[in-house]
């Protein structure tokens, strides 16, 4: 059963660059437009995008008003990242379309000025802590 999955998986991805094409596309546009509108992510290509707010308090109290701006994000804190780097994580998909992307990235515009925080809770970090992997 699992080999046969595994063939039918590979045989889809020969047939067609579809799929990867539309989830680097969403990726790449993601993280421009959060990069644009002032956050700070980690660097990459790959598509967990994490936001850093450094405060946990921050984390759950953004990822909790984000639901009700009707998006599903997940606040990290210690102990899933080290003390002081609490993040927001993000997974682009392919089904995402380019509207609900922008609709998120109005929706972290909101609550940054709904719970007024900007760059007094950007933090330094080490990116090898929060390397997901990239396209390649």
Do not use: W
């Not at 609900?100 to 609550?111: C, Q």
């Amino acid at each position: 059963m699992i080999a046969g999955a595994s063939l039918k998986a590979l045989q889809i991805l020969d047939e067609s660059t579809f799929l990867r094409d539309t989830l680097i596309k969403n990726t790449h546009f993601f993280r421009g437009a959060m990069t644009d509108a002032g956050f700070h992510i980690v660097p990459g290509t790959h598509p967990i995008v994490s936001v850093m707010l450094g405060d946990a308090t921050l984390s759950t109290k953004v990822a909790d008003e984000m639901l009700k701006q009707g998006v599903y994000v997940v606040g990290f804190s210690y102990p899933v990242v080290p003390i002081g780097q609490a993040i927001i994580q993000t997974q682009i998909s392919t089904v995402h379309s380019l509207e609900e992307l922008e609709r998120a990235v109005r929706a972290f515009i909101i609550v940054r000025n709904k719970l007024n925080f900007n760059d007094e809770y950007s933090i330094c970090y080490d990116s090898t802590a929060y390397d997901h992997g990239s396209f390649g």
